[in-house]
């Protein structure tokens, strides 16, 4: 901000409240004014403390009590991040009396090999802490080695020592330091700087998943990776020949060792991380090592550059320490089998992968999280050959246009203007440039932490839905010059056409709308009482989902009698292919409207049987608790959801207990036959190649459910027909009292997408 | 807020072992912090606020609600001994440039007076005075393992909205709480945050100098530095407003 600006600025500050010195306040003011732009003119000024107490306390005495001077600008967020000097929770800074400012260690000096190799295991330590997501300023820059080199006083090639007073002549104490411990310091500093590049480079969240901030200090920008390989390379030569302990030097060479393999891998693009998990042989050497505690110390937060105080921070054993590096590696490289050659050729094999990859346990880090994005994105390209335009158009080709010229690749070649295939490729693009952003997305935010995917996805609805409206007018001018299939209408008279892009992307909005209904359980954003209406919406969401399926299918069918069958056996595979996919789509969707369906049963008896009530709510008011609960979905223009009284107009609650637990049974039945369709699906046709192994554990969970939710409701039943209610209408019968119900909560289900309540019988 | 668990002083207890539970008769009297900028309450809610959390907030934050919202600021005082029992702090302002909407921004009741209802009282005081100044929505984060915050709230009539990951400083990871009052809340149109949910072509979050990334507080920042900029480029603002 230029000078004159801020002193400008600074003139302008107003006053709240009375003020009857207002000559006072002026002149402190304009003075104020003057001062800034004294010190701003001084050629930016040098280190050094000044005494301003009289100053200040003067100035302070022209205001009265409960007289505010505040910057229009001054925010929450501005107030948030103040800090009282001198008060030791806010003010990093604080020196208690009788305490230090500095810590009072020589990190030039000398160490046994012990103690070195307990400093270099307490960095690998403090790394996978940071890995975790917690500041630099707390782990690594705790290290007073790493401050030393890390210093803005220090320079290249960033030595311990400062000047000229090199030590020519080391003992070999001071050469574990200068030349081990320093390397390594090196390597692994050079190692953050690499992660915090792939990490800020892709998409994360500030805070949540990381916190990348340096605390005004660099990370050795003059030394690049290859000179920390170097170093390390001559440190391990000096250990060769150095007079000291076997075991000792076969420990530290294996620390050296880890350290140079770790930041090799990080700057090669084709490197196999299992080597740096096999060096989980470190742990038998820690116990070698040799506590040095002051060579760390908190009081470095004192001469760091932050605007927040010090967080809580959690302790990890070395043991756990080990197993946060095993599961990164164990992470990194199933992320580039999730993403291999074969995957990336079909978009949704990919999708499934990165689903795969987001519900390992445990979860991923962000590091893991960034590598995967890194892979996928950073450059124009999928992998080899498959383009961003060319998943995406084969995504199109194999949900709506299997076998049609509209999305074959050659169509995009085609040069000469007046032919319909060139203007429709156009057309085509144009629409795919519109969706591309959030058709990506659907890819992006699956790497993100669990609830930003919820939260991502509810905006998506919303776009998705404004892509809708496009994709109709595209459609209608695709239509125009090169007439769809026309087929009879599904539900009542007249024709209908495919509209595929339109299809296309009302299958992605649904999707994404059931998405977040079962992320919503996931993260237990629903209350006992809400899980009746929302399995009634997602079983709402996945029925129609499963109606546009069959809309494609039959499309798909009347393409393929088009087909000259003496001409191109790649539309015939390319259409066959689809078709078995698009069954499978088929029976998830049927599977999750069925579920879905005996769980809203469930659900909802329970509530009218009194079972479970929500509490009495005075501030409530039914269509409001509804406009909050159903928020992302209320703008949708197309298919707009059905309304609360259309929810409630859909209640059971006529039915005896009987009948609709016999409903509940006969419904889990039929979803346990899709499951069994799906256990016969192979890799190809369900599109999961390289997901085999979730697959199955999925449907497994998912079978599970089943049973759970068969046997909840015969209790339900059991309960009911002791106390003789099993045949009157429930909305007349009352089991509070009888029946106590418990959610179990996320972490604790068979799948946590599904929510299954727990139905035990009170005690008399 | 971000930051702490605001709402740690109905939490659990802390790391000492809480004084032990006032078991006698009282007599809690309610009344609003009012338009007194520099009231002689300040001090002890503060002492109250801060007693549970890990890190204090600086005097400019209670300001920045009591000065504004003075009258959305409710205590209970033990009035035998007039000593401050619980305390709630709130702000009434448009959300983005559309609904007006309440915020509850700290609620804390002392260890000894928890489980008698103090808190649900203070807080249907601030609903009732925000409905009275025409709100919209009450909106409010406290963490997912609050259980007794959580019964407040969502007893009154409360939704969870959103899960917000590791939202405060400690770690923890919080709920957003909503409760609509009047009708077409959502299809009252809304300025977007300045800064996006973060998707796009592979640009990370932009860090916030280690601030947690807050909607609300994002927003403000940005209005704020917005601001800042028109006055570089030479308009004069007047700040006084006249």
Not at chain 1, 387 to 411: C, N
Not at chain 1, 494 to 523: C, D, H, R
Not at chain 2, 131 to 151: Q, Y
Request: glycine share 6%; net charge negative.
């Amino acid at each position: 901000m230029p000078e004159d600006d801020l002193a400008d600025e600074a003139s302008h500050l107003t006053i709240d409240g009375d003020n009857p010195n207002g000559d006072d306040i002026g002149f402190a003011a304009k003075r104020l004014a003057h001062e800034a732009r004294k010190t701003l003119s001084s050629g930016g000024g040098s280190r050094g403390i000044r005494d301003v107490t009289q100053e200040f306390a003067a100035a302070a005495k022209l205001l009265q009590p409960g007289q505010l001077v505040k910057d229009e600008y001054f925010t929450l967020f501005e107030a948030v991040g103040a800090l009282e000097i001198m008060d030791p929770k806010m003010d990093s800074g604080y020196v208690p009396p009788g305490d230090t400012l500095e810590p009072d260690f020589d990190v030039c000096k000398g160490l046994p090999a012990e103690q070195v190799l307990w400093i270099m295991d307490e960095l690998l330590r403090l790394t996978a802490v940071w890995h975790d997501g917690y500041p630099l300023s707390q782990t690594i820059f705790t290290s007073l080695h790493v401050d030393r080199l890390l210093s803005p006083d220090n320079r290249p090639p960033y030595h311990l020592f400062y000047g000229d007073t090199a030590l020519l002549v080391m003992t070999t104490e001071q050469r574990l330091v200068h030349i081990v411990l320093r390397a390594y310091c090196i390597a692994l500093v050079k190692s953050c700087a690499l992660v915090l590049h792939t990490i800020q480079s892709q998409n994360f969240y500030e805070e949540e998943d990381f916190v990348t901030h340096l605390f005004g200090r660099e990370l050795l920008p003059s030394t690049g990776a290859n000179d920390a390989v170097k170093l390390i390379d001559e440190a391990v030569k000096f250990l060769d020949g150095a007079d000291v302990d076997k075991v000792m030097r076969t420990a530290l060479l294996e620390r050296l060792q880890f350290a140079r393999t770790y930041i090799s891998l990080l700057v090669s693009d084709s490197a196999d991380w299992n080597t740096l998990a096999a060096m989980g042989r470190s742990a038998e050497t820690h116990k070698l090592a040799q506590p040095i505690l002051e060579a760390f110390s908190d009081k470095v937060q004192r001469q760091l550059a932050t605007s927040t105080p010090p967080r809580p921070m959690i302790i990890i054993s070395w043991d756990e320490a080990l197993e946060r590096w095993k599961a990164i590696c164990a992470d990194i490289v199933e992320a580039d089998r999730l993403t291999c050659f074969d995957v990336c050729q079909s978009p949704h094999a990919l999708h499934r992968a990165i689903w795969a990859f987001a519900y390992r346990e445990p979860q991923p880090n962000t590091f893991a999280r960034a590598y995967l994005q890194t892979i996928l994105f950073a450059s124009e390209q999928i992998t080899e050959g498959m383009a961003f335009f060319d998943l995406m158009l084969t995504d199109m080709r194999d949900l709506v246009l299997a076998g049609d010229v509209l999305v074959d690749p050659h169509s995009f070649l085609v040069e000469i203007p007046s032919d319909p295939r060139h203007k429709c490729s156009r057309i085509v693009e144009t629409f795919m440039d519109k969706a591309f952003d959030e058709y990506m997305n659907l890819y992006r935010m699956v790497c993100q932490n669990r609830c930003r995917i919820r939260r991502t996805f509810t905006q998506s609805v919303a776009i998705f839905d404004s892509l809708e409206t496009e994709a109709m007018r595209t459609d209608a001018e695709l239509d125009g010059i090169t007439p769809g299939i026309v087929l009879a209408g599904e539900d009542g008279p007249g024709n209908v056409t495919l509209t595929p892009l339109t299809s296309w992307v009302k299958y992605y909005k649904l999707q994404t709308m059931a998405w977040t209904i079962q992320l919503g359980f996931e993260t237990d954003i629903y209350l006992p009482h809400e899980l009746s209406m929302m399995y009634w919406y997602l079983m709402v969401f996945a029925r129609r989902e499963r109606k546009l399926l069959e809309h494609i299918e039959r499309f798909l069918a009347a393409r393929q009698k088009t087909f000259v069958s003496s001409r191109d056996a790649r539309q015939d595979d390319e259409a066959a292919a689809s078709q078995e996919w698009l069954a499978v789509l088929h029976k998830q969707a049927d599977f999750t409207a069925l579920l879905s369906s005996a769980l809203w049963q469930v659900s909802e008896l329970l509530m009218t049987l009194c079972i479970l009530q929500p509490a009495k709510r005075d501030y409530a008011q039914e269509q409001l608790l509804y406009d909050v609960r159903m928020k992302s979905y209320l703008g949708i223009a197309h298919d707009p959801i059905p309304t609360l009284e259309e929810y409630k107009s859909a209640t059971q609650s006529d039915r005896s207990i009987e009948d609709t637990c016999n409903n509940i049974n006969g419904t889990i039945a039929d979803a346990k036959s899709c499951l069994a369709y799906m256990k016969k699906t192979t890799p190809e046709q369900g599109k999961y190649i390289g997901t085999g192994e979730q697959w199955k554990r999925e449907i497994k969970q998912l079978e599970t459910t089943c049973v759970a939710v068969a046997v909840q409701t015969s209790q339900l039943r059991r309960v009911a027909d002791k106390h003789g209610k099993l045949l009157g209408a429930p909305r007349d019968q009352s089991l509070k009292g009888a029946v106590e119900v418990s959610i179990p909560p996320a972490g604790s289900r068979y799948h946590d997408w599904w929510v299954v309540p727990q139905i035990r019988e009170k005690k008399t | 807020m971000s930051g702490t668990s605001k709402n740690a002083a109905i939490d659990g207890p802390s790391e000492n072992a809480p004084p032990p539970k006032f078991n006698g008769e009282l007599n809690v009297h309610y009344i609003s912090y009012g338009s007194e900028k520099e009231s002689s309450y300040l001090p002890a809610i503060r002492q109250l606020i801060s007693k549970d959390l890990s890190e204090p907030y600086s005097i400019y934050v209670y300001r920045y609600f009591l000065y504004q919202w003075g009258d959305l600021c409710f205590m209970a005082l033990d009035e035998d001994r007039n000593a401050l029992l619980g305390v709630i702090v709130c702000k009434l302002e448009p959300h983005r440039g559309g609904p007006l909407r309440g915020y509850i921004a700290m609620l804390a009741t002392r260890s000894e007076y928890r489980g008698r209802g103090i808190a649900t009282k203070l807080v249907r005081l601030a609903v009732e005075k925000m409905i009275e100044k025409d709100a919209d929505e009450i909106a409010l984060e406290t963490e997912v393992t609050n259980t007794p915050s959580l019964r407040i709230y969502e007893n009154l009539g409360f939704l969870r909205t959103k899960r917000l990951h590791r939202y405060y400083l400690n770690g923890s990871t919080a709920f957003r709480l909503l409760l609509y009052l009047k009708p077409g809340i959502p299809f009252k149109p809304t300025f977007p945050p300045e800064f996006p949910a973060g998707y796009g072509e592979g640009h990370g979050q932009i860090s916030q100098d280690g601030q947690g990334s807050v909607d609300e507080q994002q927003v403000e920042r940005q209005v704020a530095r917005m601001g800042i900029e028109e006055d570089v480029y030479g308009e004069r603002f007047d700040v006084t407003g006249q």
